[in-house]
């Protein structure tokens, strides 16, 4: 039987991101829609042709629904814990939108709500699924590098202008946001190099500026990052980047690994010599990347974790953690110096 999901907020995530993945996924099926403007959820729902009587603009009234086995909760940053929470209190499965939450107080009740009702919580940190970086989180637990020392990455794009159509975006209000590039950009390529890697931040140094929008929050971020087993590391988050770019790259003992998206060559190895002077190349690799996701996406994998009782693959404490590391960068934003992170 196919897992009946309620998307929860009709706007760009769930029309570019939610939807398309979802048509592919032959146990999922989209039960309900949910937004606070109807006009939006019903042209919505007839493009999908779903009965306009499953949609609703009240979630709690959804939620009461029999017919609802989980949601995904594609809403304002700020709104995610108090949906989240209430959904695994009405034993509904959810998958959330990155960031968890804004605060780690709220993460942290959506994470002992799904331990309380049993039920899955799952975040969407969608580079995770991209074919490059799952082929890379791949070489990278073969050791192909040795041990690695250095990191970093960047991920930018134009801004949210280009991404909310026409609804005002909610990504610049710091009260909705929780932040702007750094929490909207950041905990992606953050989170990233925290998953690609194995390692987890100690301690992290951010500066942020405003350079070109006329919003409350930062459009550019620079964080330094330390490593609990003394690598270093660091990454960008850019709402003023043209084009698109998500990059990283691993520095080992026995040479470095590149991921480029939307590249000629998305991942290149490049081995130095051992036997002579390693500053010198001694040859590369182009891996063949896979033409989809291996787990069929985010939605696709939560659908699967729901139905075969597996663990989420991007659980809560994973989540928070990332989020942990981008609150730690704002404190230091406002201290003017390193912060620790608990251990």
């Not at 196919?2 to 993945?21: D, S, W």
């Not at 190895?269 to 996406?297: C, M």
């Not at 953690?321 to 934003?333: C, D, F, K, R, T």
Request: net charge neutral; hydrophobic share 40%; aromatic share 6%.
């Amino acid at each position: 039987m196919p897992v009946r999901i309620a998307l929860i907020g009709c706007g760009k995530v769930t029309e570019r991101i939610a939807l398309p993945q979802l048509a592919t996924c032959q146990d999922a099926q989209v039960a309900s829609l949910v937004d606070i403007d109807r006009s939006a959820a019903i042209e919505m729902a007839d493009k999908l042709k779903i009965d306009r009587r499953r949609v609703w603009t009240d979630w709690k009234q959804m939620l009461r629904d029999a017919e609802v086995d989980a949601v995904a909760v594609n809403l304002p940053n700020a709104l995610h814990a108090e949906v989240a929470v209430a959904a695994l209190e009405a034993r509904k499965h959810v998958l959330v939108e990155k960031p968890i939450a804004t605060t780690l107080a709220d993460a942290d009740a959506m994470i002992r709500a799904s331990r309380i009702y049993k039920k899955v919580l799952m975040v969407d940190q969608t580079q995770r699924f991209h074919p490059v970086h799952e082929l890379a989180h791949e070489l990278l637990g073969q050791g192909k590098l040795g041990k690695v020392g250095d990191l970093s990455g960047r991920l930018g794009h134009a801004g949210p202008e280009y991404w909310s159509g026409k609804r005002k975006s909610w990504l610049v209000d710091p009260v909705q946001s929780g932040g702007g590039a750094l929490m909207d950009v950041g905990i992606h390529i953050l989170d990233l190099l925290r998953w690609l890697s194995g390692k987890e931040v100690r301690r992290v140094c951010c500066q942020t500026k405003t350079l070109e929008k006329q919003v409350p929050v930062e459009d550019n971020a620079k964080v330094l990052l330390e490593f609990t087993d003394g690598a270093i590391g660091s990454f960008e988050a850019s709402w003023t980047a043209r084009p698109y770019e998500v990059t990283t790259r691993f520095y080992g003992r026995e040479g470095t690994l590149c991921t480029t998206l939307d590249a000629p060559r998305p991942l290149v190895i490049r081995y130095a010599k051992q036997d002579e002077d390693p500053n010198h190349l001694k040859g590369e690799e182009d891996p063949s990347i896979p033409s989809a996701s291996r787990r069929g996406g985010a939605y696709s994998c939560f659908i699967q974790c729901v139905q075969e009782g597996k663990a989420a693959a991007v659980s809560g404490e994973d989540a928070r953690a990332s989020l942990e590391v981008i609150l730690a960068a704002y404190a230091s934003v406002k201290s003017g110096g390193w912060i620790e992170l608990p251990q």
